[in-house]
T-cell receptor
Framework: ETGVTQSPTHLIKTRGQQVTLRCSSQ?????VSWYQQALGQGPQFIFQ???????GRGNFPPRFSGLQFPNYSSELNVNALELDDSALYLCASSLPGQGASTDTQYFGPGTRLTVL | KQEVTQIPAALSVPEGENLVLNCSFTDSAIYNLQWFRQDPGKGLTSLLLIQSSQREQTSGRLNASLDKSSGRSTLYIAASQPGDSATYLC????????????FGQGTRLTINP
């Protein structure tokens, strides 16, 4: 049990729709990252938020956006859904810069998004 | 651009064997390397984290080594058990900027009773 929760567990959408995925980070962790994992692949970095500001972004288009809130929860929003957006979306929280024991990123169980 | 490769993609061994999973990365300027376990359809569980200044880390039956200069890491699993069956992923964090993990594609491990 990592203390990171995500909702919903599963979601089915159609092409062109918009979706919001939610993550509740481990208490006190001020950094949250989002990853996309296609079937049979390793996770791909989407972006990271640190103290409510975007702090790095992977190779994803602007229709992928995020928010981080003061209570350490966060959202991933995807507009104009495409079939290739079907994947497991993972969030991970951490407290970087405090030493080896806190460099570990703690992952949530993920949200399985299917786009039809 | 950092690229991480894991070999083999899949491995099936009988229970009780010792085994080694391999991970290689192209850019040696890393901050740390982590090994994760992922059960089907589930999130990732961190197994071991090795800082760039370290050579290895151990946890129970697991031992991970890091050779930064050659861009390689190995995960050694001793006395394998059916419960070890899962996909194992390695990931590196770059030495600057955001704490972004770059993952390999994973090794799918099956331990046969």
């Amino acid at each position: 049990e990592t203390g990171v929760t995500q909702s919903p567990t599963h979601l089915i959408k159609t092409r062109g729709q918009q979706v919001t995925l939610r993550c509740s980070s481990q208490s006190g962790h001020n950094t949250v990252s989002w990853y996309q994992q296609a079937l049979g692949q390793g996770p791909q970095f989407i972006f990271q938020y640190y103290r409510e500001e975007e702090n790095g972004r992977g190779n994803f288009p602007p229709r992928f956006s995020g928010l981080q809130f003061p209570n350490y929860s966060s959202e991933l929003n995807v507009n104009a859904l495409e079939l290739d957006d079907s994947a497991l979306y993972l969030c991970a929280s951490s407290l970087p810069g405090q030493g080896a024991s806190t460099d570990t990123q703690y992952f949530g169980p993920g949200t399985r998004l299917t786009v039809l | 651009k950092q690229e991480v490769t894991q070999i083999p993609a899949a491995l099936s061994v009988p229970e009780g064997e010792n085994l080694v999973l391999n991970c290689s990365f192209t850019d040696s300027a890393i901050y740390n390397l982590q090994w994760f376990r992922q059960d089907p359809g589930k999130g990732l569980t961190s197994l071991l984290l090795i800082q760039s200044s370290q050579r290895e880390q151990t946890s129970g039956r697991l031992n991970a080594s890091l050779d930064k200069s050659s861009g390689r890491s190995t995960l050694y699993i001793a006395a394998s058990q059916p419960g070890d069956s899962a996909t194992y992923l390695c990931a590196v964090t770059g030495s600057g900027g955001a704490q972004k993990l770059v993952f390999g594609q994973g090794t799918r491990l099956t331990i046969n009773p």
